[in-house]
């Protein structure tokens, strides 16, 4: 089992960039893939980006490549989503998410993560 705590969010201005962090608990978080995820005001919730569990494999929702990065730290038991250019349609909560399973393709899905933090609010004013 594995608890995830992400952090960073804030309110920011259209073209500014964040790091977002998720740390993760537990001794295994290298057998697990990281996702992030995020849910507007009344809208579902969507993928953003995802890391396989070496780092060496990463996806990108369309509204996400160009502009952000997902990376991970195994040492410190982390996984970061650099986000830069930002708009006001990024403004959402951001969630990360992780399961040891999922490879490849399932990463975009979010029905297919076990583990999901509590999220953090991006805002971007214009």
């Known amino acids: 089992q594995v608890q995830l705590v992400e952090s960073g969010g804030g309110l920011v201005q259209a073209g500014d960039s964040l790091r977002l962090s998720c740390a993760a608990s537990g001794r295994t978080f290298s057998s697990y893939a990281m996702g992030w995820f995020r849910q507007a005001p009344g809208k579902e919730r969507e993928f953003v980006a995802a890391i396989d569990r070496g780092g060496g494999g990463t996806a990108y929702a369309d509204s996400a490549k160009g502009r952000f990065t997902i990376s991970r730290d195994n040492a410190k038991n982390t996984v970061y989503l650099q986000m830069s250019s930002l708009k006001p349609e990024d403004t959402a909560v951001y969630y990360c998410?992780?399961?040891?399973?999922?490879?490849?393709?399932?990463?975009?899905?979010?029905?297919?993560?076990?583990?999901w933090g509590q999220g953090t609010q991006v805002t971007v004013s214009s």
């Open positions: 998410a992780a399961d040891s399973r999922i490879t490849g393709a399932t990463m975009t899905l979010d029905w297919m993560y076990n583990y």
